[in-house]
């Protein structure tokens, strides 16, 4: 299984503001997910992201308000931009588990409050 | 469109006892996989169980066993022997089988929240 570590692991951000979350995979993969999970609720993919190419996302979720850069094989970022107490959520990028066929690993998560 | 249920927002179990978290899901696909994962409160989502749909046979890992019902669209999860650090969120989560590669998008319940009683 691959090791995810995500930084930061929390933040407090005040509204209007944007906030980069970083994803680094410790193995080579193809795709990078990233994920919402409001308090309380389940998982929701955001989008996802290969290595040299657009992200593509799911349907809620634009590009403008969700940025994502791939810049190479183990790494990724997600941008929440001009947030709103709406965006207060944990943030999960994960990866596909190569030669395990449909199966994703997750990092630790970003706990995001927008006061 | 595909869908993942699961109708028990918190269940308890005494230490050393049995427990049977419930899922059904709807897909009009034929091949896809099923997952079990685990979020406890330090919020690390971890891979408990998968189950292949062309297999007709329940995986099992150690204590973590499920209940595979392809006809009825359902996939139990038992845990035996429960642990206090099983205590956690169970979410059963689905993804259709492409050939040649993953499509990534995992389908989530809303999630099971376990308490274990010492």
């Known amino acids: 299984s691959a090791v995810i570590s995500q930084k930061p692991s929390r933040d407090i951000c005040q509204r209007g503001t944007s906030l980069t979350i970083q994803c680094q995979v410790d193995?080579?993969?193809?795709?990078m997910f990233w994920y919402r999970q409001q308090p309380g609720q389940s998982l929701t993919l955001i989008a996802t992201a290969n290595q040299g190419s657009e992200a593509t996302y799911e349907s809620g979720f634009v590009i403008d308000k969700f940025p994502i850069s791939r810049p190479n094989l183990t790494f990724s970022t997600l941008t929440v931009s001009n947030m709103s107490p709406e965006d207060s959520s944990i943030y999960l990028c994960?990866?596909?588990?190569?030669?395990?066929?449909?199966?994703?690993?997750f990092g630790p998560g970003t706990r995001l409050t927008v006061l | 469109a595909q869908t993942v249920t699961q109708s028990q927002p918190e269940m308890s179990v005494q230490e050393a006892e049995t427990v049977t978290l419930s899922c059904t899901y709807d897909t009009s696909e034929s091949d896809y996989y099923l997952f079990w994962y685990k979020q406890p409160p330090s919020r690390q989502m971890i891979l408990v169980i998968r189950?292949?749909?062309?297999?007709?046979q329940n995986a099992t890992e150690n204590r973590f066993s499920v209940n595979f019902q392809k006809a009825a669209k359902s996939f139990s999860l038992k845990i035996s022997d429960s642990q206090l650090g099983d205590a956690a969120m169970y979410f059963c989560?689905?993804?259709?089988?492409?050939?040649?590669?993953?499509?990534?998008?995992?389908?989530f319940g809303k999630g099971t929240k376990l308490s274990v009683k010492p």
């Open positions: 193995s080579q993969v193809t795709m």
């Open positions: 189950q292949e749909a062309y297999k007709q």
């Open positions: 994960s990866v596909d588990g190569g030669a395990s066929i449909n199966e994703q690993f």
């Open positions: 989560a689905y993804v259709p089988q492409y050939y040649g590669g993953s499509q990534g998008n995992l389908i």
